[in-house]
């Protein structure tokens, strides 16, 4: 892997008024692809625009798709990922779906983990606040024409941020769409494909302008099963008992996901994956039973769901306040990756 080091470092922003995903750090990783000649020339050079063709197929089919990580900090100096391969196995998930060829597991990671140690500086210690790494994928050809594309870019960028919400840890209100789909069995929904996030902005734009900070999706089909947040796998508990949707090839799978049902069943608490109907959990809040709900995601980790508005029929959840169960997870979660807690699952991995 080639280094280029820049000779312009840029200012390191204030790590109290970081926002997310408004600054950059002062390198990037690109590595291209050719058909026949597969993924070469892999390099660590100076943040900088991309220059590309106005043909460049990404720009007109869509063909890319990304992936959100973070690096934490710990007190005494270390730097930590949380299950980096999982998320390097979930880029060639996208990619075998989106036609884009295979990425080496084990050199995305060693890619990853390079580039945060030459920009490790950039990594904020403020509360709150971590290393956003976005690594993705685009297609390159500059060919006006429908199909796969033969050659590719792998482009790694870091970015020092704060909470993804606003409201931090505590409860958002989320408004169901049941007008417009983001995706059905078969499609894209179950990969971390670009054009999965452009489609759902129609809703979220709607949700904004009455108060809404995000959109809950439901199936593409009946229109009636719950399937994700625009930026969130989504956990209710009903009756003591823990619902999440059943991945069935619409909903992405989340790591953060994974990892909360795996911690739920280590705590012995009932978590079952199925299909839930709005109508279920509607009936289940008039009954007074609709106990808890929280989204699950890198960026926002845990995030209480204070308020769901269906059809005008608005279902505040645990007086609009952060549940027992959502506040555990999130200091259990939130401990391993800042390296609070000891990790006994081997989900990190040390910078070094």
Not at 1 to 6: A, L
Not at 27 to 54: A, C, N, S, T
Not at 143 to 154: D, H, I, N, P
């Amino acid at each position: 892997m080639k280094i280029e080091m820049t000779k312009s470092p840029k200012p390191k922003p204030d790590e109290k008024n970081l926002g997310f995903g408004k600054y950059f750090t002062d390198h990037m990783f690109l590595m291209d692809y050719d058909e026949g000649k597969g993924w070469l020339d892999p390099r660590i050079v100076p943040y900088q625009p991309l220059q590309i063709d106005p043909a460049t197929s990404v720009l007109h089919y869509g063909q890319a798709i990304f992936e959100g990580m973070k690096a934490y900090p710990t007190a005494d100096g270390r730097v930590l990922l949380f299950r980096p391969r999982k998320n390097m196995e979930r880029i060639n998930k996208s990619n075998d779906r989106m036609s884009i060829p295979p990425i080496d597991v084990d050199f995305g990671v060693e890619a990853v983990k390079t580039l945060v140690k030459l920009d490790k500086p950039w990594i904020p210690k403020a509360p709150n606040t971590s290393l956003y790494i976005r690594p993705f994928i685009i297609g390159m050809d500059p060919f006006l024409g429908v199909r796969a594309s033969r050659t590719y870019m792998f482009i790694i960028i870091l970015s020092p941020v704060g909470p993804y919400y606003p409201q931090g840890v505590n409860p958002v209100n989320i408004m169901v769409e049941s007008e417009y789909v983001r995706a059905i069995r078969g499609g894209t929904g179950q990969a971390k494909a670009a054009g999965n996030y452009a489609g759902g902005m129609k809703a979220q734009v709607i949700a904004a302008t009455k108060g809404y900070v995000q959109v809950l999706w439901l199936d593409g089909i009946e229109r009636k099963y719950i399937e994700e947040v625009g930026a969130m796998n989504v956990f209710f508990k009903i009756g003591g008992e823990i619902v999440t949707p059943a991945l069935e090839g619409s909903i992405l799978p989340g790591i953060t996901r994974e990892s909360v049902i795996f911690l739920l069943k280590q705590w012995g608490i009932k978590i079952t994956e199925r299909k839930i109907s709005i109508q279920e959990l509607h009936e289940a809040h008039s009954k007074g039973m609709f106990e808890e709900a929280f989204g699950t995601g890198t960026a926002a980790v845990i995030s209480p769901i204070g308020e769901l508005n269906w059809k005008n029929n608005q279902m505040i959840i645990n007086n609009n306040k952060t549940g027992p169960l959502s506040q555990k997870l999130y200091d259990t979660l939130t401990g391993i990756q800042f390296g609070r807690i000891k990790d006994e699952f081997g989900w990190t991995v040390e910078v070094t």
